[in-house]
Every structure is written in C-alpha cells, then in structure tokens.
C-alpha cells in the first residue's frame, strides 16, 4: 500500500545500530546507507522503512499523534522486536499483549526510539 516511511534522526549511525537490533527479527535489513540516510527492508521490494538527515538541517521532531506500526507475521516477533527496542534504550510505551479493542487477534507493542518516534510492531494472526 505504501512506497515507504520516513523518521528523522541526526546521528544515523546511533540510529542504524538500534534499528539493526530492533527490526532483525522482521527480517528487515539494510538495503543502503549513506551520510543522509539508512533504509531497510526485504531484498528486491518495498515498502521501505527510511531514516534520514531532516533535509533543513534542523533537529528532528515527533509528530502529535503520529505512530509508524511494522508488521510482524507473528507473535513471538512482536515480543522480539519490543525487547529489542528496550534492550537498546528504547522507552516502553505499551508492552506486548492483545488488543482486542482494535480487534480479537490484535497483538502489538509500542515503543519509542532513541529520537522519541513511536514505533508499534503489531501481528494481526491467531496464534
């Protein structure tokens, strides 16, 4: 449905070591880096999962509202990635578990990044 998600960081390199971790377990991986940016994903497709340099050489900023959520094809992957996210100093923001107010097999976890974008990885099987 989408081509690709962006989040801004100024130290990609602090970035990509925390992504590295966090999105392994998604099978996500770095398809290219340069100075400006770092973007995973699966060999030969989309979509694409981007951090970048803002492009006004600012700081980067959290959106009010806004949340990235990656999907996972099951749950012991979303328990994975949260983990991930912690172990690397990433803040919690709702641990792994169902959601049934979303629906009945709804299983996410939230988390923020080292820049404070909040992240959910989320599977929507039955276990």
């Not at 070591?17 to 966090?22: G, K, L, N």
């Not at 959290?62 to 990656?70: C, P, W």
């Not at 172990?87 to 820049?115: I, K, M, S, V």
Request: net charge negative; glycine share 14%; with cysteine.
């Amino acid at each position: 449905m989408y081509s690709h998600t962006t989040i801004g960081a100024n130290d990609l390199a602090r970035a990509r070591a925390f992504y590295d971790t966090v999105l392994a377990p998604l099978g996500l991986e770095v398809r290219y880096a340069d100075e400006t940016i770092v973007g995973w994903g699966r060999p030969g497709g989309r979509p694409q999962f981007l951090v970048v340099r803002p492009f006004d050489g600012g700081e980067p900023s959290v959106g009010n509202g806004s949340m990235i959520a990656l999907l996972a094809p099951e749950r012991r992957v979303v328990d994975a990635c949260h983990a991930a996210a912690l172990e690397q100093g990433g803040t919690d923001e709702g641990g792994p578990g169902l959601r049934p107010h979303y629906h009945r097999n709804y299983y996410g976890a939230y988390f923020r990044d080292l820049d404070g974008n909040k992240i959910c990885i989320v599977s929507h099987h039955a276990e």
